[in-house]
């Protein structure tokens, strides 16, 4: 699922995942403690509702800052690896995959995304389909409301402020008001609620179910699916996209009071409505969410959440300390950094002073050193005494072996990926000549001198660029022994093509042993085409004689042995070059069938020739129908003339009697029927 996905994508993608683990529970901690402290449902609301986007917008910006870190400090050691994509015979977007897995990301986080993208994908199908059910429920089984109903729902719109066209439909398949649409608001009152409820309970539910398309919830809705599907792990979002749906409820409830002006007959309605089932997730529903407690608060009366408040903002604090804390932990896996003292004393080890590392100055304390007997001490000498001669460091060892004008990421990476002065020694030898980056390419891929000697001992001589792709796909001289014994002598890049496709000596064996012989951009085309041996003795089998190229004409075509079979059933003994010329045109057992059957027997050419003109049987039967006992070619004729039955009906009108074939094409050809054509 993940092959369109560059590992440095996968690695940024597969942390931003982990990342959004605490800041997702930070962004819940801080809504939850400001959702605490406010007293009106809309502030609570539109709390939630940024929460909800700051939630979206950490990991595509924590994505983005991976993204750049990732390529900024991959670029430099993997500069000459790039340059092996542009190979002709070698799949770059393998070859990069591989050269990338071997150097970055770590084994769990590939798994990471995929299951993740499992997951949106298995949301994303359960909300298209969600969204389709409730359209055709709508358009197949609501009926508009009508009467003093349509005149309740018209004049609450109106008192609301509506001017946007709205529809009223009665419902049977829901047993609670509901809203659904965007830009056409449905508002869906089921049977049971219109008989259900008094007038003025029913007022106060439609008017809630208004205040839901005032205010746009439908679009919010729609928003809060969308980040419950990309984010669909964290328990956060979910709870988050709870308490929004919660407080949009109660926004709404207010505004139906607001509108109506009877809180108790409102709360009865709810009480009432307490027992249905509600509305599907996608739709504004006016039961949904906790009804005891929007009850309670209708009431005026005290609940139980004011009561944990305290309990709630303590809450809030310890997750977002907990989180806090766990995204420093993980910031700190993902950009680790080496302590300044580790680094300095790297940089000296390779010869080179950091730039913030003041340059020490001369001791004034002399370095006393055994001396030898009878010889006077560091005390008693006038001159100081000379420090033996330090050992070569790595910043010279590298210029003894020709590497000279090195920066300091060079030797970095040179040394980090283990490259010693005797691996270059080694390559030199042998005529590699490469710079600092090939050489960390060549030891990150693994190639040593005893490769590329056990490779050359076969007659290969690649270059640089070639021996790590050699590397990359898995070529060792056991391969390449392998393929020699088999008769493919080819060259680097043929052999590489070979690698990629999963080509084997064992397949080559097996294919020679049946008499297809090739080189080697024959044998890569016979497995990217899937042409195994199985494949060529069901084709002989059937009675076709097939060489390299056949076989590949054959595969690319879909041709199977059932095929040729049902051709030779009819008493046709096709050649292989007509087996993929009638399966080009589309030709099957049962058109010739179909052909036969109107007294026609065709050749093969024949049968390719009226395929490839457009004959159907259907035109057969019209000019038969008219009288006429057309043979193949009279019907291929005809069909390219474009002689059909209402040119032959046109002819008989103007008194064209017992004509042929022929003359019918001939009157078609000169225009002699046409409306301005010249007699």
Known sequence: MTNWLSPTTMHSLGWTLVHFLWQGTAAAALAAATMALCRRASVRYVIGVSALLLMLAAPVATLLLLTQSGSSSAEKPSARVARLQALPSVTGARFSAQVAASTSSPDALPWLVEAWLVGVAFFSLRTAGGFLLLERQQRKRSIAVTGRRLEICRTLQSRL??????????????????????????????IVALTGLSEDQLQSVIAHELAHIKRLDAFVNVFQVCVETLLFYHPAVWWLNKRIRAEREHCCDDMAVSLCGNAVEYARALTIMEGWHTAPALAMAANRGPLAERVVRLLGMKSVRNTTLKVGLAGSVVCLGAALIAGNTLVAMAFPKPAAGARDASLLQLGFRPKSAPAQAPSATPVVTPTPAGKPSLAQSSRPVEQPVAAQSYVDAMKSVGLTDLSADDLVALKIQGVTPEYVRGMLDLGLHADADGFVAMRVQGVTPEYIRDLRALGFTPDQDRIIAFKVQGVNADYVRGLKEVGIQGDADQIIALRVQGVSPAYVRELKDIGIQGDGDQIVALKVQGVTPAYVRDMRAAGLIVDSDDVVALKVQGVTAEYVNGLKALGLKPSTDDVVG????????????????????????????????????????????????????????????????????????????????????ELKHIGVLDAKGDI
């Open 582 to 665: 009638m399966r080009v045109q589309g030709v099957t057992p049962e058109y010739i069938r179909d052909i036969r059957a109107l007294g026609l027997n065709p050749s093969v050419d024949e049968i390719i020739g009226m395929r490839v003109q457009g004959v159907t049987p259907e035109f057969i039967k019209t000019l038969q129908s008219a009288g006429f006992k057309p043979d193949v070619d009279d019907v291929i004729d005809a069909k390219v003339q474009g002689v059909t039955p209402e040119f032959i009906e046109q002819a008989r009108k103007h008194g064209f009697q017992n004509l042929t074939i022929e003359k019918l094409i």
């Open 161 to 190: 402020g509506l001017s946007r066209a709205i529809r009223f439909c009665e419902c049977a398949w829901l047993q609670a008001p509901a809203v659904i649409g965007w830009f056409r608001p449905v508002v869906l009152l089921p």
